[in-house]
């Protein structure tokens, strides 16, 4: 493990914890805009995020440790992640680990401790949120692996730097069916993992058919801190994860300074974009049922299937 | 046109065939379906302009300006006045849920490419690669005509079986005489002038098109 790639990996961790509260500032007030609103400043989600640090801790009694370690957990493991994906450069110190796998099943370990959490306070609202969270990951997490299992047939490895140099590489390979399939198969599964419309909506609390709301419904001050930020780094994380792998341009190759400052550009704009893209088209949307949620998925499911068929019969 | 710029423009155009009939399958409104035919139609005929023009053959591209207006614009259109002819309900009635569709689907599109593998084996030409997706939309084609219970689906479905036909023809021969598309194509309009009659006086007869309702004989 060089010094160079521990200096990328803190880097990127320091910097989408940092970013991740404004993109949602951003696309909060993009929403509100088009909706004719004023809207909160962008940095309101930090604003929140100081207030909440700022309170007592309140725990229920009927808790018990799942509860109070749920919140660290899941900001630990997206942290992880944030380090591992290469955002600015292929050459992070964490390349080794940043294996396909790995990046996947460290998402799905907070997705599964967010759950028991909201099982373990024993409420109404928390153990329907935590079971509907379990029904959309069963089919959103293979979705996942498989999409990107598609891309990794065509480089012959598993490890989401090379990828990402191999599309450099070739880029030709970015507009060939299998990865255009496993983007959109990617893009679903992005909407369903971060709970945005059409599957959930972040911004209702008094609904019954909210998920991720439901589940931290019995958190407050720092703990809703740790997991409001916890889910903001996600977004970031499954934005940055889709904009690198398909569209790697402007990533640094190697882990000089100007480089580095130019990936941080370039990954930024294109998070950005997509963003916007997702907060543009929440507003001409409504939610979906939450039965038809599985059709949904099931379809980028197929999607991905087709991609991984296509990459290893067509390719 | 290079050579990887014709691989990959002809994999995207047959790719796109494939994923518009499982888009067909996945949607529920019976106009969205016949539009996604449509746009079946067109894939395909992007299919064989790609070939044509990589292959220098004007005739194949005539063609494909033909099947483009007949699969794009003349057949859908005869379905999408089937459709509002009816004023039953507009929704996509199934035996099979859609979840279990689509899956149902993929495990066609691996036995499609499970049994041509011989055949792929034969030549190492991209055309020839891509031919089990052809015979993936015919076989989905076919569970659609299994498992929908509408008639106009059922329409919609033999077209699917007739681009997936077209499809394999496409990447199979590498061009077809301009007389022998035109007698498909003849042919091809006819069976669906016969299907639209057919289905309107079904309607006529029973007020309805829900053929599960025709089985047992009534006097």
Redesign the interface.
């Given at each position: 493990m060089s010094l160079t790639g521990t200096a990328v990996a803190l880097l990127q961790v320091v910097l989408t914890i940092a970013a991740a509260p404004f993109l949602v500032g951003v696309m909060r007030l993009i929403r509100a805009r088009l909706e004719g609103r004023v809207g909160p400043p962008i940095v309101q989600p930090w604003r929140d995020l100081r207030k909440l640090l700022g309170k007592d801790r309140m725990v229920s009694d009927n808790t018990g440790w799942v509860f109070s370690i749920a919140p660290l957990v899941l900001l630990a493991s997206a942290t992880l992640v944030a380090g591992i994906v290469p955002f600015l450069s292929t050459k992070s110190a964490l390349d080794q680990v940043g294996d396909l796998f790995a990046v996947v099943y460290l998402l799905l370990l907070g997705t599964v401790f967010l759950s028991l959490a909201g099982l373990d306070a024993g409420t109404a609202f928390g153990g329907m949120g935590s079971s509907r969270a379990m029904t959309i990951t069963a089919i959103a997490e293979p979705t996942v692996l498989v999409a990107i299992f598609a891309l990794s047939v065509s480089t012959g490895s598993s490890n989401l730097g090379s990828i990402v140099a191999a599309t450099l590489a070739h880029p030709?390979t970015a507009?060939?069916?299998e990865s255009?399939?496993a983007f959109a198969a990617l893009a679903v599964v992005t909407i369903a993992e971060t709970g945005r419309i059409p599957v959930d909506n972040p911004n209702t609390h008094l609904e019954l058919t909210m998920i991720h709301e439901a589940m931290v419904l019995e958190y407050s001050g720092p703990d809703l801190a740790l997991i409001e930020l916890a889910a903001h780094l996600r977004l970031v994380v499954f934005l940055g994860l889709l904009s690198n792998l398909f569209v790697p341009w402007g990533i640094a190759t190697t882990a000089q300074p100007l480089q580095l400052l130019g990936a941080a550009v370039a990954v930024a704009v294109k998070i950005v974009v997509l963003a916007a893209v997702i907060a543009i088209v929440e507003v001409f949307m409504a939610k979906v049922r939450l039965f038809r949620v599985?059709?949904l998925l099931?379809?980028s499911?197929?999607?991905a299937?087709?991609a991984v068929?296509?990459s290893f019969?067509?390719a | 046109m290079s050579k990887t710029a014709f691989v990959q423009l002809l994999d995207l155009a047959a790719g796109l065939v494939l994923v518009i009939s499982f888009a067909a399958l996945w949607l529920r409104r019976l106009a969205t379906v016949a539009r996604m035919i449509a746009v079946q139609g067109l894939a395909l005929a992007a299919v064989a302009a790609v070939i044509g023009i990589y292959e220098h053959e004007s005739e194949l591209v005539g063609v494909a300006v033909l099947v483009g207006i007949l699969r794009a614009g003349v057949l859908p259109g005869l379905i999408r006045r089937a459709v509002r002819a009816g004023d039953e309900l507009r929704e996509v009635e199934s035996i099979i849920n859609v979840p279990a569709s689509l899956l149902a689907a993929s495990a066609l599109t691996l036995v499609s490419y499970a049994t041509t593998r011989d055949v792929v084996a034969l030549s190492p030409a991209p055309q020839v690669r891509a031919i089990p997706l052809g015979i993936a939309v015919v076989l989905i084609g076919m569970l659609m005509i299994v498992t929908r219970r509408k008639a106009v689906l059922q329409m919609m479905a033999v077209l699917m079986i007739d681009n997936g036909i077209a499809l394999v023809m496409f990447l199979g021969t590498s061009g077809v005489p301009l007389a022998i598309e035109l007698g498909i194509a003849s042919d091809v309009l006819l069976a669906v002038f016969i299907l639209q009659v057919l289905t309107n006086r079904i309607r006529t007869k029973f007020g309805g098109t829900d053929l599960d309702q025709l089985r047992a004989l009534r006097d």
């Amino acid at each position: 493990m060089s010094l160079t790639g521990t200096a990328v990996a803190l880097l990127q961790v320091v910097l989408t914890i940092a970013a991740a509260p404004f993109l949602v500032g951003v696309m909060r007030l993009i929403r509100a805009r088009l909706e004719g609103r004023v809207g909160p400043p962008i940095v309101q989600p930090w604003r929140d995020l100081r207030k909440l640090l700022g309170k007592d801790r309140m725990v229920s009694d009927n808790t018990g440790w799942v509860f109070s370690i749920a919140p660290l957990v899941l900001l630990a493991s997206a942290t992880l992640v944030a380090g591992i994906v290469p955002f600015l450069s292929t050459k992070s110190a964490l390349d080794q680990v940043g294996d396909l796998f790995a990046v996947v099943y460290l998402l799905l370990l907070g997705t599964v401790f967010l759950s028991l959490a909201g099982l373990d306070a024993g409420t109404a609202f928390g153990g329907m949120g935590s079971s509907r969270a379990m029904t959309i990951t069963a089919i959103a997490e293979p979705t996942v692996l498989v999409a990107i299992f598609a891309l990794s047939v065509s480089t012959g490895s598993s490890n989401l730097g090379s990828i990402v140099a191999a599309t450099l590489a070739h880029p030709a390979t970015a507009a060939s069916p299998e990865s255009l399939l496993a983007f959109a198969a990617l893009a679903v599964v992005t909407i369903a993992e971060t709970g945005r419309i059409p599957v959930d909506n972040p911004n209702t609390h008094l609904e019954l058919t909210m998920i991720h709301e439901a589940m931290v419904l019995e958190y407050s001050g720092p703990d809703l801190a740790l997991i409001e930020l916890a889910a903001h780094l996600r977004l970031v994380v499954f934005l940055g994860l889709l904009s690198n792998l398909f569209v790697p341009w402007g990533i640094a190759t190697t882990a000089q300074p100007l480089q580095l400052l130019g990936a941080a550009v370039a990954v930024a704009v294109k998070i950005v974009v997509l963003a916007a893209v997702i907060a543009i088209v929440e507003v001409f949307m409504a939610k979906v049922r939450l039965f038809r949620v599985p059709e949904l998925l099931a379809a980028s499911f197929v999607l991905a299937f087709l991609a991984v068929t296509a990459s290893f019969f067509l390719a | 046109m290079s050579k990887t710029a014709f691989v990959q423009l002809l994999d995207l155009a047959a790719g796109l065939v494939l994923v518009i009939s499982f888009a067909a399958l996945w949607l529920r409104r019976l106009a969205t379906v016949a539009r996604m035919i449509a746009v079946q139609g067109l894939a395909l005929a992007a299919v064989a302009a790609v070939i044509g023009i990589y292959e220098h053959e004007s005739e194949l591209v005539g063609v494909a300006v033909l099947v483009g207006i007949l699969r794009a614009g003349v057949l859908p259109g005869l379905i999408r006045r089937a459709v509002r002819a009816g004023d039953e309900l507009r929704e996509v009635e199934s035996i099979i849920n859609v979840p279990a569709s689509l899956l149902a689907a993929s495990a066609l599109t691996l036995v499609s490419y499970a049994t041509t593998r011989d055949v792929v084996a034969l030549s190492p030409a991209p055309q020839v690669r891509a031919i089990p997706l052809g015979i993936a939309v015919v076989l989905i084609g076919m569970l659609m005509i299994v498992t929908r219970r509408k008639a106009v689906l059922q329409m919609m479905a033999v077209l699917m079986i007739d681009n997936g036909i077209a499809l394999v023809m496409f990447l199979g021969t590498s061009g077809v005489p301009l007389a022998i598309e035109l007698g498909i194509a003849s042919d091809v309009l006819l069976a669906v002038f016969i299907l639209q009659v057919l289905t309107n006086r079904i309607r006529t007869k029973f007020g309805g098109t829900d053929l599960d309702q025709l089985r047992a004989l009534r006097d």
